[in-house]
Each structure stands twice: as C-alpha cells, then as structure tokens.
C-alpha cells in the first residue's frame, strides 16, 4: 500500500482538532496544504493563550489514547466502543483550505455582462482550474486528504475555568470573546465544522456555592452553544473524575462528528439527485477542452458519499455507495472513453484501485471473508481484461508490477483487518466461507488465506516482473535522452507505467535499475515469517528456497547460508526421503558455502552430494580430496568435520555381523564388518585412513587402520573386497604418540589391525575379523567411525549399526554368501569362561568285574594359569548303588552317603588348592559288586580362581561304570558205574536201625550205608572279560543236603598245582571235571534227591601278581542249575573197558551193561544184541535177567571191532579211533517197554540211535 | 477469460513417516501455448507435496483436540497459490494422499461449455464444492487397497514401523490407477 498516494486507501475516521493546548503531545495537528492554496488558506485562530497545565496534558493524553486512526478496521467490538475519533491537537491556529478556489491569473473571464458572475467552485473540484483535476478528472486523494486531514469535524476548544473569583469574569469574557470569534472565523470559512468548548475546573471540587453551573450557562449563553457542546472537566484529582469526564465528551463530540459527515454525505447525494454536470468556473481551453461527463460526476458523488458513509461507520451504505461508484467507473461512458495514452487513464486506474479496497475493506469490515477475496479477485479480472482491450495488455512488467502491489495491498488490507480467527495461536491457515458463500462454488483461493499467501503471491508476480524487464529489448532500455524519438514514443505505447518507473528505469542499459531480487526476497521473508508464525515449517523452507535463490542472484552468499542452513539442518526432509528437495537445497548452500569459504560446510554438503540418491551432475568431480581446491579464503586452521549418524544422508552404509550368537570369555569369535558405498558411479575412490568399531559392553572397540599391503590378504571379486584382519591387542597409552581422533575416544585397551581401506563407488569392503572376548555378558555392535584424514582436511563419519532381518549375509568369500542365521547378528552373548580344569581317570577299566573290589583313579588336572580353589562332587548313579568310598591324598576317606535308592553320593569333598598345571588323584573305592550292573559315576569338579573369588567354574565328567560277569558255565552230570555192591536189603548190616525220633537228622551221624551213585560232573566254564584272566583255582561247593544223602567229591582239572594259575583268554573255554559219588544213608531211603552245587572261581587279573597278595584274588562264585540223583526207576548203565589183544593189533572191548533195580519191584529185563557188521561179539545174544528189588546185575559182553574205518579211508583219520554202536535192546519185559541204555563212563556215549562205544585206533592203542 | 475447469496436476502419496511414496504429475492446459504441460517442475511438486504434511499436523492436532475428522477426509489443505490448491486425506494407518488440484487445468471446449451452461453447471469453471475431491480419494484409496493386497508388496518396507524414511511404490499397476484417477477427474465426477 505504500505505493499508494498517502491517505488514499487509509480507513477515514472522523476528524477532530482540538484547539487551545500547548502542542507538546504525540500527534500534533501537522498537515500542511498544498502550496496552491497555501495563500488562499483561511486561518482560524485563538487569541487566548495556550494551555500547558497538567490537567490539560492528562485530558489530551487520554484523548489520544482513545485514537482511533490506526485501530484495526473491523466490526467486532464496535457496541463497546462508543466513540472512533482520529484526534489531533493544534496549538492555536489552524489552517483551513480555501472554500472557493480563486480564478486564476491570467484567465479571462468570457464576456462579463451578459453572463452571470463565474461561479467558484471549491480548489478540490475538477471545475476548478487550479484542481489538477481540471477540467475531466474524476477525484484524488487531494479530496480524502482534506477530509481526513485538513477539514475537522469538531474543533474543540480547551479554556481554564479560573476558580479565583476576583478574575473570574474578566477570564469568562475573554473566552466568550474566542469563542464568538472563532465561530465568526468559521462561519466566514464555509465549513461546517462544530465548535465545541472545554472547560477545565481548577478548583478542586466545583461547589454550587461558587456559581459554576450559573457561570457555565453565561457562557454557554455568551457563545451561543449548543448545551452539549459546552463540557466541564474537573481536576484529575482523582484521575476517575477525568477520566469520566472525558469519556463523557467523547461519545458526545462523536455523536456531533457523525452528524457533521451525514449532512455532508447528505449533501453530496443531493448533488447527485440533481442530475447534471455542472459547468467548470472557466471553460477548459487547453487539451481536449473536454469537461467531466455526467457520468463522472455521479461516479464522483458516489464515491464522495461512500467515504462520508465509511466516516459513519455505515459500511453497507458505503459499500452501497462504492460498488455504484465503481460500476460506473468502469463502464462505458466513463474509463471506455478514457484514451490510454492520457494520464486519466491511470488516474481512473488508481481510482479504480482505491475503490476496490475500500471495498474489501468495508466487506471485511462486516466479516464477508469470501466475498472480500471474491472482490478481489474480480477487480483484478476486471482491470486486465481493461487493461487487455484498452490498454497496454497484460504481458508487460508494468501489469505484473500491479500484480504484486496488489496481491500485497490485500495481504494489508487482511492485517489491518486483525482477524481474531487469524491469530498465529489459532493455526488457521485459511477462513471458512461465510454464511451466504457456502454451498457455492468457490475456487480454493476464494477462502482468505493468511498474509504469508498474500506476500508469497507477490513474490510470485515480482518474478514475472523481472522475467518480462529482463525480456525488454535493449532499444526499449536506453534512457530517453539517448534514444531517437520515435523510439521513445513507441515504447511509451507498449509498456505499461501505471504505478511503475520507465523502461529505462526498470532495467536501465548501464546502471542499476529496480532491484526486483530485493523485493522479492522483502515479499518472500514477510511469507516465510508468517509460515513460520502457523508452523508451516516446510511451507517456510519452500519459501527460504526461493529467497536464497534470489540471494545467490544478488551475490548475498551469507544470506544464503544463514537462510538455508537452519531448513538444511533441522528440517526432517533428509529423514523423511525428499531427496529432490535435499539436493536443491544441498546445491544452493554448496554454492554459497564455496563463496563464502565455509570449508567445513563444503565439506560436509560434498560428503552428502557423493550419494547416489541424487541425480549426478555433470562435470562434477565427485571427489572429496577435491572438495577444498578453490575455496578461498583458505582456512586458517586444517577444518575437521565430524559427522553423526543420521546428520547427512551418508552414501556409507555399514553392517555388521558376528557369526554365532554366543561366544565364551577367553575365546574369539568371527564377525564381519561390510561396508557399503554407494557414491555416484565414477566418482573417486575414497582411501579411509582408519575405522573404529566400538561395542557396548564387554569387547574392546577395533580400530583397523589403511595399509595397501595389508597384512591381511585382500580377495576382490565383482563388486566385493573382502580382507582378514589380524588384530593384535595395542595399549593405546604405551609409547605411541600419534595424536589421532582415534585415541580419544578409547581409553585402555583396543586391539588393532589393517587393511586396505580403499572404497571404491558401488563396491562393498568386507573385513573378517576375529574377535578375542574377554568378559561374559551381552554385547552389543553399536557404531563405527570412518576417518578420513588428508592433508587439507580431517573428517570423521560415524555410523550406527541398525538391524535388518533381511540383510544378514555373511561373505563366505567374496563370491558367495550366506545368511546368517540369529536373528540378532548385532548382538553376542559371551558366555562365562570355560572350565580348564580336567578330571580324567588315567588308567580307565572298560570293565569291572563282578564280585571284584573296583578302585579307580582320577586325576584332577588345574589347566588355568593360576591356582585353583577346588572342590569335588561324586555321584554314583545307577540300580542299587554301592557305597564308595574316596581316598584324597593327605586327607581322611570319605564314605559316600546315599540320598536315594538309585544315587550314592557324596559332596562338597574340599581338594584344597590345586597349583596351576598341578594334578592331583584321589581314590575312588567300591566294594566287590555281586551283579552284573552298569553306573554312571559323575565327578564334578567346582573352582573359584582367586582372582575372580565370586565366580564358581565348575567341571563335570561323567564315567560309565560296567560291571560285568566275567565267566559263565555250563555244567553235564553224566552217570557212572559205582564200583561198590549195592548193600542187600537181607543183609542186617545194611539196615538202618529204626530212628528213635522222628528226627531226621537221626542219619547224619551214621555211617551211610545206603545205595551209592558215582557221577561225573563236567563243567565248562568261559571267560566273558575283555581281558585275559588268570584263574588259579577252580572247585564246586555242594551245599550240604544232609537229610537226603551224602555227596563227596573229586576234582579233576587241569589246572596247574603250584596255584599260579592258568591265564585263560576271552570267549575260550575251558573244562573242569568232578567226580561225585552220592550215598544214601539207609537202603530204604531210595527216592530222588536233589544235588545243589555251585561252581567257584579263584580269579585274579592277569597283570597282579598272583602271589603277592591273597587279596588280589577274587572268587566268583556261578550256581549250577540243580541235577536230582537217585530215585526208583531202573536204570541200565553201559560202561566199557578196552583190552588190546597182544600181538595183534586188535582191541577188545569188554561192555558191560548194568541194570539197576531200585524199586521195590521184582522185574524182568529182555536183552537183545543185534549181531553188526562193525564187530564182533561174545556174550549172550538174547537173555533174560531178573533183577531182584533193589539189586543190580550186570551182563558182559566182549567185543571185537571188525574193520578199521582207517584202512577203509572213511574214518575220523590220524588212526584215534572211532565209534561203534552195539545194537543193544533192553526190555522190560513186564511193561514191554525199552529202557535207554545210558553211557557211564569213559569210552561210552550216548548217540542218536541208542549209545555208541570208542573204538581206540592204532595210536589210541598205541597210546 | 476462457472457460476452464479444474483439472488435477499432481497426485501424490505420503507415507506413515511423512516419507514420499508416490508422485504422479499431470499436465495442465496452458492457455498461452494452447498445449499440454505440467504447471510446475517435479522438485516444485515435491515442495508442495512435502508443505502439505504440515497442514495434516496442524489439522490432525485440530481434530484429536476438538474430536472430528474421523473420516480422513481433511478437505482443502490450503491453496498454493490463485491456481494450484491442496487437498488431503489420511487413512487409519496414516498413509497420506494429497491432490494438488490445477483450477485452471483444462480448457472447456466451446460447445461443452454451452450444454454445461444449459445444464446450470457453467459454475463449474468457477470453483470447487466441499466434496467433490472425495471420489478422488475414494479411488486412490481403492488402489492402495488393491495394492496392500498384492502378497508381495511389504508395507513395512515402505513406511517402517519404527524409523524413518522408506522406499518408493514402484508398484506398475498403482502408478496406472493414479495415473487414471488424475487423467479422468473432473468436478462433479462421482465415479472413478
């Protein structure tokens, strides 16, 4: 609005002046007239003396406070405010413009007699010659000046009541004399201002006594004033009583104020209903001698009444007024015939403008916020379609310089307006339609927004504005005085310069013209400052973008920096991924930056441009060792640049990985660090200097420094680089002064290795490090630091590690990878350190032995490097677990205790300290095991270091125990022939004398004489032992049946006599035979008996010495299944004796065949000898024996083997011998049943078919 | 001043971390050229799409204070300029969808604009009712639905539940269905 004429566009507020005071106050009465009139000004003067008491300053001041002229121009709170007054205060005088303006010198006046007199009109009127309005023009800002300015509403007069009685009434004359003055001077003027008196009481409380209100009315009589025009102030003591006072007259002089406008207003309707053009005071001679059409006069009149309405505060009416004044300005009869090229154009132009925004005003005045904007709207539409057909178009700088003026005339308009709903603290961007706006069609713009839209706007035109000046061509730009006239004149025909300099002083040829960069950057940060104020933050950066654009045009480089780098800085849109804003903004700042010679922002703006998220740029060389050439001035101290995770967008990314989740204290673990480049394709490689990678807890941070022949070997393939770094363990404060970045980040211990660091665009570094851990905890990747330092400059990128489910890929080698399988590859749990501590038993038995006592060894072994605080936990777990007992060097045995049926144990054995690399053995001792059984014997060894007292280590080692039986037996009773008769049952000494008692045990004490039997028993017995064992002694034990009979025994082994034993091997058998024989104690006691014998072995283990100690030797006692002897069924027993025949080479055999009756029965046996072929035989080839109960007889029978299997070639070979089978049938004759014929004795078996007799050979005969 | 009507020039998608999921330009009409082009460059687009997320702050803590807005409709955003507006609309995941609406991006063709004048709908050309963007949102919601469908598409990579930024749609399908919804949206259109 500033472009606008002073007063033109301001709210008019009724004018009042008051008179009479000093003018030591904040707003002086100081307009000024024109010099036109200046000599014709009409001065209306006080004659009295200023006043300059403090009462007169408190009543001024508080007048002035209540000043209305620069109140917002809204109608809220118009029912509590009673008065709007524009209060202004001249001392004395003032000056009033000319009523009538005078003719002017020099013209002639047409033919006085017969004409009337000229008639004068006011100096305002464009019937005037000396208005600059004559003799066509419509109206101008002269005429609002003079209203608002110039001409009061209400004088207000200020006079001392003097209270000293003796002065009284020459003072009270004095003012009646001003007074009637001044009204005289006015009257004379023309005007109709009011004139209004104040009265300030000096006296302290006014009493009737004094006569005041009788010396009130004289002057009030004397002056000839209206009564309410007449006030009295009171001392401001207290100031309430002023203030009341003055309050009062306020409102009074406001309500007069308005009444003095409405006759005005009146008065120019008047006019208008008259409905003709008056004639100008001289008829216009210059020019086109053409005079204001009636047309215009109404447009004049409405426009007149519409400001006298505004001053009445009667918006409708005005903006009743201003539309009709504006139709009609517009129309046809009034712009339409207004050529462009006269200055009336512009002046309709600028009144056009100034009736649109009082009508914008008044509409927003009554809250209309659409319709204000609509208003808007179509007054621009309006003027550049006018503009377009009758002027000089739209498409020059001059329509766009309007453009912007208008746009921020609104954005003015909307500010004094003081929108409640508009406060920063409400956050409304824009207004909702009115009530009678809505359900229409609006466009979005029609819906008020807030200023920053408005100055935005502005600067968008101011922009179109530079583009079309910039567009001039050169012939255009040249100043007039250069230039030919036709030129000058053709140019005055295109551009348009309504409000707006020259072409040549737009955009001169060789000076500085209109700085639109400055407007635009002056629009765009009032935008962005009322974004701001709504927290249109990003809005606000979009608008900084477009200010440091125009700030890098005009070269203001730290503008730029400090517009931008907050919005680069702070603003997520990095975070958030609006990359193409990024680079803009990332762009602009690195120009500036370069300028400005901010190296470390060069730095870090050329760090982020490396990324491959923007678009490259060509010819960019993408370098960071570049990034400083050219930037001048060169920095004074090397710049370092440290960088934060999330600070920039990095084009580093970086993933680490450990391969297992857990690890243990004293042991390393395998990670990787991969890390990633994703720079522009071609751009240089980057050499980092060294990297750090630091853990949270527990593991030393790695640093790996750039070697290019590292150490460790570098594998490339594809995109991929992958190197081992060894690292080694570096105290960083021993004698290694290398002030790096490194060192401060770590104190104590980090281990260090190298690599070749070179990152090449697109390609990944894969380092394979072996991690050594050293406490138990979890732990943690957290970040790692690349430096790079050169020699221009340092900087230190950090990042932190993240974790992506779907990228955990370990390179295997630098083709192939693989996922790795926790789902924390960050993350590592270092389990507590392991046991070195070993229990093992050096001489282990893979089996124990029945009924064998087992002592074990073990050997407690301290693999730690310091002594050991141990303790010792046995448990023997298994069926029935003996008790043991353990024997620890230097200390008692301890006897284990058994806590449950299936576990025997024992606990917390103390084993004292163990040295480092010491072993102690302790003894485990059980007693002999009877059954074959199987333990598991568990020793768990418990330490604490001294070092870590609180920490318990423990070892456990598990044994399984086998106990095993080591031989097993199988066992014949084959019967023989006892060689004793049978006692006779006739024979006394065989009866058993009768037993005195029915005790049975009465035998046992008598010499036997019952039947005898004579048996062999046979055992073979096999070793079930992994190892040899060495068998000393081998017997039967017959338990003792005293009842039924008596058993002795004879044994008969192989087993030699010094008792050194035999050493029998696994799975071999061996035999042991024992003759039996058996006696009944009586002949009559013939029933079955049975026979409990168990064998047993005297066993020792091979590698004893048998003879050393007795103890060594263990007895394994094996049960022998039960045999029965005896009983009453006859039995037939065949046993054979072989006598070689001399001189021959022949054998006879003598088989004798015994039948045993045992039973009570006499019976009768048939005997058949089937003759054979394989022998001969002497003997009775068929008898009958009778056998008398209980006797037994015997039959012969001689045999002589015919042939010889051997010489026959079929035999068993080497001449021993063979068998025969004598066809022998023994019959009962009684039961006709075949009695088997059982082998007792040598040379005698049982076959298939019935028994079968040894036929010794030659060498058996021999032998 | 010849007849247009409202056109979209820009579509675009906003994810739960304020991230870019999607930008589709259109072309406008450009009287002065009387050819087809897009009104603004894609970083302008970016600018306004981004300066819409602060509306939707401002708006989202306007309507959990005063309790409306639960249809994610938020309307008009603001106007960009005496041309280009913005509306938005958010859904209950928070994913974002604002039009930037071209008010004078189509030209009317002389006779449709005589049977819209016969019809009383000349006001078309002049403004936009409360509304009538919804069919817009409607359709892109649609085809974000349709896209959210699709078992390949891992929304978590595009607005992670924790974090910042993410990728771009690069759905095909989704771009044509925008690019449908742009082309084929007219004031009083209904059905898209």
């Known amino acids: 609005m500033d472009e606008y004429p002073a007063g033109s566009l301001d709210h008019t507020v009724p004018f009042l002046l008051t008179l009479g005071t000093c003018t030591a106050t904040p707003a002086p009465h100081d307009a000024v007239l024109s010099a036109a009139l200046q000599d014709q000004a009409i001065l209306i003067r006080s004659e009295l003396a200023a006043l300059d008491s403090d009462q007169a300053h408190a009543l001024l001041r508080y007048m002035h406070d209540r000043d209305a002229s620069r109140l917002p121009c809204n109608g809220r709170d118009e029912a509590a405010r009673k008065y709007r007054l524009r209060i202004r205060t001249a001392e004395r005088s003032l000056l009033l413009p000319p009523r009538h303006a005078r003719i002017p010198d020099g013209i002639e006046l047409p033919a006085p007699a017969p004409a009337p007199p000229a008639v004068l009109h006011s100096p305002y009127s464009p019937l005037s010659p000396v208005s600059p309005l004559y003799p066509d023009g419509l109206i101008d800002t002269q005429w609002i000046r003079k209203h608002q300015d110039l001409v009061p509403s209400v004088l207000l007069c200020f006079y001392t009541l003097v209270s000293d009685p003796t002065l009284a009434t020459l003072w009270d004359n004095k003012i009646k004399t001003d007074v009637n003055n001044l009204r005289a001077q006015l009257g004379q003027s023309g005007y109709k201002t009011r004139l209004a008196v104040v009265l300030l009481s000096d006296q302290v409380i006014p009493s009737p006594a004094d006569g005041v209100p009788e010396r009130l009315e004289a002057i009030r009589r004397g002056c000839g004033l209206d009564p309410k025009l007449l006030f009295l102030v009171p001392p401001g003591d207290p100031p309430q009583e002023l203030e009341r006072a003055a309050e009062n007259m306020l409102t009074t002089l406001y309500s007069v104020a308005v009444e003095y406008y409405r006759d005005l207003g009146r008065h120019s309707r008047k006019k208008r209903s008259r409905g003709i053009a008056p004639q100008p005071t001289v008829p216009p001679t210059s020019g086109t001698s053409q005079t204001l059409s009636l047309a215009g006069w109404n447009v004049r009149y409405d426009f007149k009444s519409a400001v006298f309405a505004e001053y009445r505060l009667e918006m409708d009416v005005a903006l009743r007024s201003f539309e009709q004044a504006y139709e009609n300005l517009l129309s046809s009869e009034v712009m339409e015939l207004i050529p462009s090229w006269s200055p009336r154009w512009n002046e309709a132009r600028f009144l056009a403008d100034v009736i649109a925004v009082r009508c914008i005003r008044c509409l927003l005045w009554n809250g209309q916020h659409s319709a204000a904007t609509r208003r808007w709207q179509l007054h621009r539409e309006r003027i550049a379609d006018f503009v377009d057909r009758r002027g000089r178009g739209t498409s020059n700088y001059g329509w766009e310089a309007w453009e912007a003026r208008w746009a921020v005339v609104m954005a003015h308009l909307v500010e004094q307006a003081d929108i409640p709903e508009f406060a920063p603290a409400t956050l409304r961007l824009y207004l909702p339609p009115e009530k009678s706006a809505r359900g229409e069609r609006l466009q979005p713009w029609e819906l008020l927004h807030h200023t920053g839209y408005w100055y935005r706007l502005a600067a968008k035109h101011l922009h179109l504005r530079r583009a079309f000046a910039r567009a001039m061509p050169e012939s255009d730009r040249r100043s007039p005085s250069d230039s030919p006239a036709s030129q000058v004149a053709k140019s005055a025909f295109m551009y348009d310069t309504y409000m707006c300099p020259d072409p040549y002083e737009e955009y001169p040829l060789r000076r500085t013209g209109v700085d639109h960069g400055q407007l635009i950057v002056d629009r765009l940060t009032r935008a962005r400052s009322e974004f701001l104020k709504r927290r249109q933050t990003r809005f606000a950066a979009e608008a900084a973008l477009e200010c440091a654009r125009e700030l890098g045009l005009a070269q203001d480089w730290k503008g730029v920096i400090e517009l931008l780098r907050p919005i680069w800085k702070e603003l997520p849109f990095r975070a958030e991924g609006w990359i193409s804003i990024m680079e803009e903004l990332n762009w602009a700042l690195r120009t500036a930056a370069a300028e400005v010679g901010d190296a470390e922002l060069v730095l870090l703006l050329d760090w982020e441009l490396l990324s491959q998220n923007f678009t490259k740029r060509p010819n960019w060389h993408y370098d960071i060792t570049k990034s400083l050439r050219g930037i001048i001035p060169k920095p004074k101290s090397k710049p370092s640049v440290s960088i934060s995770d999330g600070q920039l967008l990095s084009f580093i990314s970086a993933s680490f990985l450990f391969k297992d989740a857990e690890g243990k204290a004293g042991q390393s673990v395998r990670s990787q660090l991969c890390i990633k480049s994703s720079a522009h394709p071609g751009a240089a490689p980057l050499v980092l200097s060294s990297l750090q990678v630091s853990f949270n807890r527990s593991v030393d941070s790695i640093t790996v420094q750039h070697q290019v022949n590292g150490k460790g070997t570098q594998q490339r393939r594809g995109n991929v680089a992958l190197s081992t770094v060894i690292l080694a363990r570096q105290l960083d404060d021993d004698a290694k002064p290398e002030p790096t970045a490194l060192d401060e980040a770590d104190s104590g211990v980090s281990l260090s290795g190298s690599a070749d660091l070179t990152l090449i665009p697109g390609h990944s570094l894969v380092l394979n490090m072996e991690i050594p851990l050293r406490e138990p905890g979890e732990t943690r990747a957290d970040s790692l630091v690349l430096n790079l330092e050169s020699e221009e400059f340092d900087l230190r990128q950090s990042l932190v590690f993240r974790e992506r489910s779907n990228a955990n890929l370990w390179y295997i080698s630098a083709a192939a990878t693989k996922l790795v399988a926790h789902p924390h590859p960050l993350a590592l749990r270092v389990l507590p350190r392991p046991p070195k501590m070993e229990v093992r038993c050096p001489v282990w038995k893979e089996q124990c032995y029945t009924d064998e006592p087992v002592s074990l060894e073990f050997e407690v072994e301290n693999g730690e490097d310091i002594e050991a605080l141990s303790k010792l936990d046995v448990r023997l777990f298994g069926e029935t677990p003996p008790t043991f007992t353990l024997d620890i060097p230097g200390r008692a045995s301890e006897t284990s205790s058994s806590a449950r049926s299936e576990e025997s144990r024992l606990s917390s054995i103390q084993l004292g300290a163990i040295p480092s690399t010491k072993t102690l053995s302790v003894r485990l001792s059980l007693p002999p095991i009877e059954r074959s059984s199987r333990y598991d014997l568990t020793l768990k060894v418990t330490y604490f270091l001294p070092t870590d007292p609180g920490t318990p280590i423990s070892q456990t080692a598990v044994f399984q125990l086998n106990v095993v039986n080591p031989f097993e037996a199988n066992y014949d009773l084959l019967p023989r022939v006892h060689p004793s008769p049978w006692p006779s049952l006739f024979d006394p000494d065989g009866v058993a004398p009768l037993p005195d008692n029915d005790d049975e045990t009465a035998y046992s004490h008598l010499p036997p004489k019952g039947i005898s039997q004579s048996w062999s028993l046979i055992t073979r017995y096999a070793s079930f032992a992994s190892e040899p064992l060495r068998v000393t002694d081998i017997d039967i034990a017959i338990q003792p049946s005293p009842a039924a009979f008596r058993c002795t025994s004879t044994k008969r082994t192989k087993l030699p006599a010094s008792g050194a034993g035999t050493l029998i091997h696994p799975k071999t058998i061996e035999e042991a035979a024992f003759d039996l024989v058996a006696q009944k104690p009586t002949v009559d006691d013939r029933s079955a008996s049975p026979l409990d014998v168990s064998l047993t072995i005297k066993w020792t283990r091979p590698d004893t010495d048998p003879s050393s100690s007795s103890s060594q030797i263990n007895t394994t006692t094996l049960p022998i299944p039960r045999f029965t002897l005896f009983g009453t069924e006859p039995r037939v027993l065949a046993s054979v004796t072989h006598s070689p025949l001399p001189a021959t080479r022949l054998v006879t055999l003598t088989l004798r065949i015994t039948i045993e009756n045992a039973s009570n029965h006499f019976l009768t046996f048939g005997l058949a000898m089937e003759p054979s072929e394989a022998f001969a035989f002497s003997g009775p080839k068929q008898t009958t024996l009778n056998l008398l109960p209980v006797s037994r007889r015997g039959v012969e029978y001689r045999l002589l083997p015919l042939d010889d299997p051997d010489e026959a070639g079929e035999g068993e070979g080497e001449g021993e011998g063979w068998w025969i089978r004598p066809g022998l049938v023994v019959r009962d004759k009684y039961f006709q049943k075949v009695l088997r014929v059982v082998a007792a004795g040598e040379g005698v078996r049982a076959g298939k078919e019935g028994f079968e007799v040894w036929v010794p050979g030659k060498r058996g005969v021999e032998g | ?192």
């Open chain 2, 1 to 192: 001043m010849a007849t247009t009507v409202p056109s979209i020039a820009c579509l675009g998608v906003i994810g739960r971390n304020n991230n870019p999921l999607h930008t589709s330009v259109f072309p406008s009409y450009d009287p002065t050229t009387n050819s087809f082009r897009p009104v603004r460059t894609p970083l302008q687009f970016s600018l306004i799409i981004s300066s819409t997320l602060d509306v939707f702050e401002l708006r989202s803590r306007h309507n959990t204070a005063a309790g409306t807005g639960l249809t994610g409709d938020f309307g008009l955003l603001h106007a960009i300029d005496d041309r280009l507006a913005a509306y938005g609309f958010e859904t209950n995941t928070g994913t974002r969808f604002v039009a930037i609406v071209d008010m004078r991006g189509r030209r009317l063709d002389p006779a449709a604009a005589a049977a819209m004048a016969d019809k009383r709908l000349a006001g078309a050309a002049a403004g936009l009712r409360e509304g009538e963007m919804r069919p817009v949102f409607k359709a892109m919601q649609v085809a974000y639905i349709r896209l959210l469908q699709n078992p390949f598409f891992e929304p978590d990579e595009h607005s992670p539940p924790a974090g910042q930024g993410g990728a771009k749609i690069t759905s095909r399908k989704f771009g044509q269905d925008v690019r449908r919804i742009g082309e084929n949206w007219a004031p009083g259109v209904a059905v898209l």
